[in-house]
T-cell receptor, first 113, second 117 residues
Framework: QKEVEQNSGPLSVPEGAIASLNCTYS??????FFWYRQYSGKSPELIMFIYSNGDKEDGRFTAQLNKASQYVSLLIRDSQPSDSATYLCAVTGYGGSQGNLIFGKGTKLSVKP | NAGVTQTPKFQVLKTGQSMTLQCAQD?????MYWYRQDPGMGLRLIYYSASEGTTDKGEVPNGYNVSRLNKREFSLRLESAAPSQTSVYFC????????????????FGSGTRLTVV
């Protein structure tokens, strides 16, 4: 049974700070890693994906992947109140039915003005 | 660009009633999915369709059936609703991964809030 673990939070950071969200996964065969943002009452929205070890940057967001440690993180620089949401980590395996995403339960982020 | 469209957005059912949740995507995606989201449980896969003409069970399929009507449409049916099926239901779609690559991310619909009383 594949598992994806996230700290449920809430994680509270002041405006302008760096928010660090963490995720661990159980299946060493997982190939693809995603971060979704979900505002209250809304559907998940894809914000980052990463396939290779190392860092991937997109604007204020940086995804970090360490397959040896089975660890994925999301850094949000210069956090804004509009970043307040639940962040879902999702991982999957390789193609076919293993391509289905397994989601963590999410970390609730609160950015205080 | 409509993306993934789900209907209805809200529904209240009495125990034992049946209903079908509709989902359609206009992105020419091969794969479609139905998830339910419950407080403290996260998103759990009910059924998926890797391509037109195929459907498979996910983590929590009991009490549900699905139909992949064509490449665009994937419906979820509750034959005899139970209070335990009170949840938010999300449909999602994704492109078929190319050989040697991992899965592409999903695009989600806006969800259906279902209450069974």
């Amino acid at each position: 049974q594949k598992e994806v673990e996230q700290n449920s939070g809430p994680l509270s950071v002041p405006e302008g700070a760096i928010a660090s969200l963490n995720c661990t996964y159980s299946d060493r065969g997982s190939q693809s890693f995603f971060w979704y943002r979900q505002y209250s009452g809304k559907s998940p929205e894809l914000i980052m994906f990463i396939y290779s070890n190392g860092d991937k940057e997109d604007g204020r967001f940086t995804a970090q992947l360490n397959k040896a440690s089975q660890y994925v993180s999301l850094l949000i620089r210069d956090s804004q109140p509009s970043d307040s949401a639940t962040y879902l980590c999702a991982v999957t395996g390789y193609g076919g039915s293993q391509g289905n995403l397994i989601f963590g339960k999410g970390t609730k982020l609160s950015v205080k003005p | 660009n409509a993306g993934v469209t789900q209907t209805p957005k809200f529904q209240v059912l009495k125990t034992g009633q049946s209903m079908t949740l509709q989902c359609a995507q206009d992105m020419n995606h091969n794969s479609m999915y139905w998830y339910r989201q419950d407080p403290g449980m996260g998103l759990r896969l009910i059924y998926y369709s890797a391509s037109e003409g195929t459907t498979d069970k996910g983590e929590v399929p009991n009490g549900y059936n699905v139909s992949r009507l064509n490449k665009r449409e994937f419906s979820l049916r509750l034959e005899s609703a139970a209070p335990s099926q009170t949840s938010v239901y999300f449909c999602a779609s994704s492109a078929q991964p190319l050989a040697g690559q991992g899965t592409y991310g999903y695009t989600f619909g806006s969800g259906t809030r279902l209450t069974v009383v």
